[in-house]
């Protein structure tokens, strides 16, 4: 089964499935794998610390796979960053993905080089910013989520099918998806991808020691001390950091909630999501999105959706 939607003429891969930035497991070997797979693979420019580590991990991205791949800025966790967005231009990077502040500034630089920009939000309301803003596509993350998150963040449910009615560039569903059944729902709810950030951390080729792994496969995500920081709730001072941002017209989702971390330290990532309650073995990037693929596409014509399934050589898919 073909799986070409917006998002992956957009971005001229195979699968609709990207990896997320990873601040402390993303490296090239990942990247490599995820982008090899079909996918698109992501470096994290705050994993690199400085440009000049940055420039020479795309040119080692760039010597062991000629597919498209991705590096994300995310300004919100270092202004400093910006400093990247020099290389990531000379380096003519495919995709670039900013994430969490609203990114108008670079965006314009980004498209000015010819590069494809992808922003990352919280909110639809965010999501239509980015999209007025110039974004060729937005991701959504829902608080099913791992990493920084908005006060203001909804389930991914909900946002998807929100963003469905509002967005008409390329939409990008994350947060808790990571098999077969989560994508198809990302799918159904008018998403034209995923972005996988914690069922990626898991794979074969994550740096992540295997023992941490372990640990987060075998994660009971309702246990407390996983659903705790996952689907902590907002504090007043949360909500009102967010008004506050939300008031300073440049600034938005700057406001995330401190209890997004606060992760037991042997999961070893310092965030998580709740894709741990269906992510149980490690396998290879390509055996992922393998799996997914091949899981949803049987889905569609064995298994059926509520009683329907749809018959071989009619299905629009491709
Ligand atoms: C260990 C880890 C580190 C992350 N670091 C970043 C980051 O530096 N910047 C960013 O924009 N998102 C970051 N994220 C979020 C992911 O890119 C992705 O959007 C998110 O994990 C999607 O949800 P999922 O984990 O349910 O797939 C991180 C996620 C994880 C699990």
Redesign the pocket.
Known sequence: MEWQTPMTRLLKIRYPVM????????DVNLAAAVSEAGGLG?L?A??QRRPEKLSQAIRELRDRTDRPFAV?L?PT?DQGLLKMLDVIIDEKVPVV?T??DRALAYGKRIKAAGLTWIH?VHTVKHAMTAQKDGADAV?I?GL?????KSPMILTTLVSIAMAAEKITIPVIA?????DARTFLGALALGADGV???????LVKESKLPDSRKQVLIKADPYDPKWRGPILASPTAADLQQVQEAEGTKEIMGAAHRAESFGFPQEAG???????IGFVNRVVTAKELIGEIMAGAGDILTNKGIGGFKLVPGTDSGS
């Open positions: 990896q997320g930035a990873l601040a402390v497991v993303s992501m994290t705050w994993t994300n995310s966790m993905e994430a969490g990352k991701c993350m099913e989520g791992a990493g920084l994350a947060g808790g998806i990571g972005q996988l950030g914690s069922a990626f951390c990532t310092g965030t998580i999501s709740l894709a």
